[in-house]
C-alpha cells in the first residue's frame, strides 16, 4: 500500500519536470534567470557560425572544386576564411552565393571563384611577400594572408581602406598592412614583391607593378580589353627581367582610379 502511494507521487512528479521541460519552451516568464536566455543567445550565434562554416565548404566544392581549382593552400584559406564578417550585413545571407556582392561607396567585393582563381595564378607560398592594389572590404588580403608571409594592400578610398583595416586586426589577420593611396603606383618601400595581385581593372599594366614585381614573380590583374570586356592576365617576370603576359578569362572588375587623390 506505502510503496504503491510512493510511486504514485514518482508518476505526477515526473509528469510535472516532463510539462515544465516542454512548456520551456514556449513559455518565456518561465526561464527565470537572466543567465539561461544568455546561453541561449550564445548558443544562437554558435549555430549560426557553424551554419557559415557549413556554407563554406559547399560554396568551396559547387563553386571552386568543380570549376577546376586545385591549390590546396587556396581551398583551405578560402574554407577557412569568414566571408560574411566582410560583406554588410544587409548582405550577409548572400555571403557564399556565386557572385560579388555591393560593399558600398560604388564597390563590389568579388565572387568567390574568382578570389580563389586569382589567388591560385600567383603560385605564391609561406615565405611571399604580396601587394594588393585595391582593399575593398579586405577580403581577398585575408585570404592571401594565410598562405603568405606577409600582404600589403592599398585602397583608395580612406572609409573603405581604414574598415578593412579595423576588421582584419579584430580578425587577426596580423600579417596583413593597409595603405590608403593610389595603389597604381604600388609601395615602393615595401618592395620588391614575390607577387603581386590588382583587384580593380585597369587601362593598361602600371609600369611601377611591373618595376616592383621580383624576378621570378608573378602578378595577376584585370585589364580593359580592345572589345568592350576585360581581360584577366599573368604577367611574370623571369629571372633575368623579361616580362611575359598570358591573357586567361574574360572578367568584369571596378575599375582602377590612377592619377587621383585618396577618395576621403
Ligand atoms: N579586393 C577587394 C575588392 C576590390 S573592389 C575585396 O576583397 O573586397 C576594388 C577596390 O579597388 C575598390 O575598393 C576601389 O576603391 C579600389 N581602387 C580603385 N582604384 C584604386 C587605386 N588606384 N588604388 C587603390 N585602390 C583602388
Not at 17 to 27: G, M, S
Not at 60 to 66: F, G, K, N
Not at 129 to 141: C, H, R
Not at 241 to 255: A, N, Q, Y
Amino acid at each position: 500500500m506505502y510503496v504503491e502511494k510512493k510511486m504514485k507521487y514518482v508518476i505526477i512528479i515526473t509528469i510535472i519536470i516532463a510539462l515544465y521541460c516542454i512548456l520551456y519552451n514556449y513559455v518565456p516568464f518561465l526561464h527565470l534567470t537572466g543567465s539561461s536566455s544568455i546561453i541561449c543567445a550564445k548558443e544562437d550565434i554558435e549555430l549560426a557560425e557553424e551554419d557559415y562554416a557549413w556554407k563554406r565548404k559547399n560554396m568551396v566544392e559547387r563553386q571552386i572544386i568543380a570549376r577546376g581549382v586545385k591549390d590546396k593552400k587556396v581551398l583551405e584559406a578560402m574554407e577557412s576564411v569568414p566571408r560574411h564578417l566582410f560583406v554588410p550585413e544587409g548582405y550577409r545571407e548572400y555571403s557564399y552565393y556565386d557572385q560579388p556582392l555591393p560593399i558600398g561607396l560604388a564597390q563590389t567585393i568579388s565572387q568567390p571563384y574568382i578570389v580563389a582563381l586569382m589567388t591560385e595564378m600567383l603560385k605564391a607560398g609561406k615565405d611571399d611577400v604580396i601587394l594588393e592594389v585595391g582593399t575593398g572590404s579586405g577580403y581577398q588580403a585575408a585570404v592571401l594572408s594565410e598562405i603568405a608571409k606577409e600582404v600589403y594592400t592599398i585602397e583608395l578610398i580612406e572609409e573603405l581602406g581604414l574598415q578593412a583595416e579595423e576588421r582584419l586586426k579584430s580578425l587577426g589577420y596580423n600579417n596583413v598592412y593597409v595603405k590608403i593611396a593610389d595603389g597604381s603606383l604600388g609601395w615602393p618601400e615595401k618592395a620588391p614583391f614575390d607577387a603581386i595581385i590588382v583587384t580593380a581593372a585597369a587601362e593598361k599594366i602600371p609600369d611601377p607593378l611591373i618595376k616592383q614585381l621580383k624576378p621570378g614573380g608573378k602578378m595577376v590583374i584585370p585589364v580593359d580589353s580592345s572589345f568592350l570586356g576585360q581581360d584577366l592576365l599573368i604577367v611574370e617576370k623571369d629571372e633575368n627581367g623579361k616580362v611575359s603576359i598570358e591573357k586567361t578569362i574574360p572578367v568584369r572588375f571596378v575599375p582602377l582610379i590612377e592619377g587621383q587623390e585618396v577618395v576621403k
